[in-house]
């Protein structure tokens, strides 16, 4: 018997993606309940801890690839958007737990004046400053403050941008290795990556000097990531991360890992131009391109690795990169499940259908219409590319 060939796996044409993204959205639309006032979509467990509105579990999220895949959000989503309750007593400030994040929603949604008038209330939080990160704390709503200003220009939304970075400047602890970090409460061991480590808190310091040009911010926003770099392991040629300092294994996903990670590095090569942030983005998405996830989602899973494939395409232009991206998107294709009302996929643990977006559909619904059109991404891509 001769030698066996490798099987390259079929990569989906743009009609199956096309085909997947409209019938996931006319499930969500044929499964949302109006009626209810804790969920408007089959959503995440964790919604029903939090709130009924934020990006990551709650309707934001679902409503943003609805906007997306659709054009415009149904009329019967928006009006049950705005009718619910949002203050400081119900919500926290974060971006993708709280009112920044359905601030932000209500901006890309064509709602400016709704939106701004939460992001006021945000920096008033008693909770403002209770964490330093991207996901919950203040790099999260300084960011979206930052979105305020350069769609309006206005100039409180800059105002709220800057006062949390003075504040992350302030509170960041400096490594022995000349790195910056925050710590979360008394924990010893410091979290690493993009949602909620060091990595994220210098993607907006960065994308705050792209703006105001301030020295400092630049400074603090290199050390930053210096310090999630300090603690890559190389593994077969490629840079990987645990969750945290002390752990040692690895994760190549957006919200913990490497995924997230080198992501930031491509953000600092768009902005900085220095060929070492891109010889690192290489490295840290190596394994996203080698690596098999059991889940398809955008925070822990295939979804998460395409999108920071599909980064590297957008700003290389190398073809493999694509190709890898859609791959990822064939893997992650083999998770959906068909139903007579359109289509829809597991959730956290896979144990339940969901169409939130950081554990449900949204989320990678978002990475496959993307994937159609190779565009900016959201949360991530404020500037146009170069």
Known sequence: MGSLEPVTPLVPEAGVLRETVLKLARHMVASMDVHRTDRLFPCDPRTFQTNPLNVAHGACGTALFLHDALGEVPAAVREWLLAQPVNTDTYPPGLYSGMAGVAWTF??????????ALMEQVPESPLAFAAADLFDGAAGWGLAALAFHLRTQESKPLAWACLA???LLKSAEHSTAGGLYWREGSEPAIKLGFGHG?????????????????ARYLEAARRALDFDLSHAKERDGAWVWGTATDDGGHRPYWLKGGGGIASTL????????????LHAAHRAAKACNVFFSAAPHLFEGLASMGETLLDLYRVT???????????????????RV?????????????????HDYGMGGAGIGLFLHRLMGQGPRRFHDLFPSR
Not at 338 to 354: I, K, Q
């Open 266 to 277: 491509i953000r600092f090569f768009e902005a900085l131009q220095e060929e070492r942030y």
């Open 165 to 167: 970075a003075e504040h």
């Open 338 to 354: 068909e139903r007579p009302e359109g289509l829809v996929f597991p959730g956290r643990h896979l144990l339940r259908l969901s």
């Open 317 to 335: 232009g190398e073809p493999r990169y694509l190709e890898q991206a859609r791959r990822k998107a064939t893997q992650t294709l083999l998770f």
């Open 198 to 214: 060091a990595s994220g808190v210098g993607f907006f310091l960065l994308s705050l000097w792209r703006v105001t040009n301030e």
């Open 107 to 116: 901006l890309e949604l064509g709602l400016p004046a709704q939106g701004l």
